[in-house]
């Protein structure tokens, strides 16, 4: 399974981004999807995940009701709306996906900046 990320940019506090993880080989539709972050001399953190069907998501506390994540398996790609940003939401963001069954994101995309200025 290949991940590539896109969408990341430099955007104003208050403003919008909307991340792409486009995915190709596997079973899309069967592997939940998160979408992490990792901050300069900080850990990577997950940020959102979403099961296969796009059902069930779940989301870091400091994102609730600023983030939506989704998926269009049709296409083969999970996207990540990022409404509100927040200078602290700097990083970058990779994509990864996690098989069913597995209890570790496997495939992980190449990551793509975000910077939100003050």
């Known amino acids: 399974v290949q991940l590539q990320a896109s969408g990341g940019g430099l955007v104003q506090a208050g403003g919008s981004l909307r991340l792409s993880c486009a995915a190709s080989g596997g079973i899309f539709s069967s592997y939940r999807m998160g979408w992490f972050r990792q901050a300069p001399g900080k850990e990577r953190t997950l940020v959102s995940n979403?099961?296969?069907?796009?059902?069930?998501?779940a989301y870091a506390d400091s994102v609730k009701g600023r983030f939506t994540i989704s998926r269009d398996n049709a296409k083969k790609t999970v996207y990540l709306q990022m409404n509100s940003l927040k200078p602290e939401d700097t990083a970058v963001y990779y994509c990864?996906?996690?098989?069913?069954?597995?209890?570790?994101?496997?495939?992980w995309g190449q990551g793509t900046q975000v910077t939100v200025s003050s």
């Open positions: 979403i099961n296969g069907s796009g059902g069930s998501s």
């Open positions: 990864a996906a996690r098989r069913p069954g597995s209890i570790s994101y496997e495939y």
